[in-house]
């Protein structure tokens, strides 16, 4: 009785930040005069505040191995794509690690999403995989980046697509295979520099949840729901990018299996 309590509440809570996030990049998008820099601070304020209600939605039930740090103007996060929730997931990452909402961007498909998505791609000015020239996308949002007076972090999810909205079988036994194009290029300007790969968990009573059940936000909220984000420091290739690629998502599987034989 007492955790279904808790659940409801959790959910409650989580209901309310979603829908203040809805209802703040609506209001953005109405707004097209000069006090656009003014409602950006003050959305990136509520944003914030909205961090901090996921972290206690969540407080001690995500467990994570390692901080995160800049490693560079720009640093790389890449992450399994389990559900539409990973990016709320890194979002409390960030904060459990002092990255603030406006430092926080993406690589991202804008096709086939909805417009509250879009809109939220549009305000951190995430990197459009669907652009007509995606090379020249990646430079100019990258120097955009790099032109501001404080570091970015960009979220990526090679794989490009949830497990939750996957068609097919995954290729491996826990994760899709990764896209290559993005990170041929992402390595091409980044060669040797160190990025962030992590493998995300989620658990329910000591087993893996799965993405397609209906009630996964509901088991999200209930107390025995942990969820293990395992933190890894790589460094780009010199060459050979998509064996590089392929062995990083073979590593990721055997290290999500790991994680879930000392659960058992």
């Known amino acids: 009785m007492y955790n279904s ?3 409801i509440y959790h959910l409650v809570m989580f209901a309310y930040v979603y829908i203040k996030m809805i209802c703040f990049i609506y209001l953005e998008t109405w707004f097209e005069t000069s006090c656009i820099i003014y409602n950006k601070g003050y959305i990136y304020n509520v944003h914030y505040n909205n961090s901090i209600i996921l972290d206690n939605i969540f407080n001690n039930r995500i467990k994570i191995n390692k901080n995160i740090e800049s490693k560079d103007k720009v640093t790389l996060i890449n992450a399994n794509h389990v559900h539409n929730f990973d990016t709320m997931l890194l979002w409390i990452l960030f904060y459990k690690n002092g990255i603030h909402p406006n430092e926080a961007t993406s690589i991202s498909t ?5 417009s509250f998505d879009k809109g939220t791609l549009e305000f951190a000015e995430s990197i459009n995989v669907n652009a007509k020239n995606l090379q020249s996308e990646i430079e100019n949002k990258i120097n955009k980046y790099q032109s501001r007076n404080y570091n970015k972090y960009m ?5 490009g697509i949830t497990l939750h909205h996957s068609k097919q079988r995954t290729y491996y036994e826990y994760t899709n295979r990764p896209k290559y194009l993005v990170f041929e290029l992402i390595s091409n300007k980044y060669k040797n520099k160190e990025f962030y790969d992590v493998d995300l968990v989620y658990t329910y009573k000591n087993k893996l949840m799965n993405a397609k059940d209906p009630y996964f936000i509901w088991k999200l909220m209930h107390p025995s729901c942990n969820i293990y984000v395992n933190v890894k420091t790589c460094r780009f290739p010199e060459k050979n990018e998509k064996e590089f690629l392929d062995d990083l998502y073979k590593r990721k599987n055997e290290n999500i299996k790991q994680i879930l034989r000392k659960l058992v």
């Open 5 to 7: 309590i808790i659940q």
């Open 110 to 114: 804008y096709n086939n999403i909805s």
């Open 155 to 159: 979220i990526s999810y090679f794989e």
